[in-house]
């Protein structure tokens, strides 16, 4: 059975980082986009990062370009998305998935394109 496993997030102060991981099994992880998305209390789930299983290549939404980097291991079948200088504004359930398709379409298309959720990790950043 395919499987997505969020672990590390946690209460962090504005300015601060954190780190969460993702694990993956049952699929063929390198023929998938892996993707971290988020979503607030009373908002959509939104795209915040994304990487190639197959080449490596990275697409980030424009409110995390430069704070967050999306890293994966495919030996591991692992993603990490390191998060730092954290803002009030990323406080949110993130949740990794996997996609058959492009990050390029993936990251802005969560709901549609999903194949697999995790069951999500809680980020909650402080002032």
């Known amino acids: 059975e395919a499987q997505l496993v969020e672990s590390g997030g946690g209460l962090v102060q504005a300015g601060g980082s954190l780190r969460l991981s993702c694990t993956a099994s049952?699929?063929?992880?390198?023929?998938?986009?892996i993707g971290w998305f988020r979503q607030a209390p009373g908002k959509e789930r939104e795209g915040v990062a994304c990487?190639?299983?197959?080449?490596?290549?990275?697409n980030y939404a424009d409110s995390v370009k430069g704070r967050f980097t999306i890293s994966s291991d495919n030996a591991k079948m692992t993603v990490d998305l390191q998060m730092n200088n954290l803002k009030l504004e990323d406080t949110a359930v993130y949740y990794c998935?996997?996609?058959?398709?492009?990050?390029?379409?993936?990251?802005?298309?969560?709901?549609?394109?999903?194949?697999?959720w995790g069951q999500g990790t809680q980020v909650t950043v402080s002032s």
């Open positions: 998935a996997a996609s058959q398709y492009y990050c390029s379409a993936y990251i802005n298309h969560p709901r549609l394109l999903t194949n697999y």
């Open positions: 990487i190639s299983g197959s080449d490596g290549s990275t």
């Open positions: 049952g699929f063929s992880f390198d023929e998938y986009a």
